[in-house]
């Protein structure tokens, strides 16, 4: 027995994957759960992530953009995009710097997207 409608079935019913929230899970993945881990180990490094948090707020105030899931992603798509044109790519999940020492020394791109989901976390946007 077949029933003719099923091509023309819903898949499933989950909602809609937000494209902001899943590219600030992304870059969590990516650069965030270790740069955090790091930051909370470092009381340098983890000024040095503050100060980077408050340039991006800045940034995206004068951009005119909220700091809400949309703003903050696309903030950090457009600094990884830049990144990856300089031939920086925002490293695998897994694959990034683990130690405070290791993120102390990190290029300026890495600490920015880290303050972007630093932001995102203390906001409840991830």
């Known amino acids: 027995m077949t029933n003719e409608f099923l091509a023309f079935a819903p898949i499933s019913t989950a909602p809609a994957v937000d494209p902001a929230r899943a590219l600030l899970d992304e870059m ?3 650069v965030g759960v270790d740069g955090l881990a790091a930051a909370l180990g470092d ?3 983890l000024a040095q992530v503050d100060q980077h948090a408050a340039a991006v707020r800045d940034a995206l105030m004068h951009a005119g953009r909220e700091v809400d899931a949309e703003g903050l992603a696309a903030y950090a798509k457009s600094i990884a995009a830049a990144a990856e044109r300089m031939g920086r790519p925002v490293p695998q999940p897994g694959h990034a710097y683990l130690s405070g020492p290791a993120w102390l020394a ?3 791109h890495l600490m920015r997207l880290v303050a972007v989901c630093m932001i995102a976390e203390s906001a409840g946007l991830l």
């Open 106 to 108: 990190a290029e300026w």
């Open 43 to 45: 009381t340098g490094l």
């Open 28 to 30: 969590m993945a990516r």
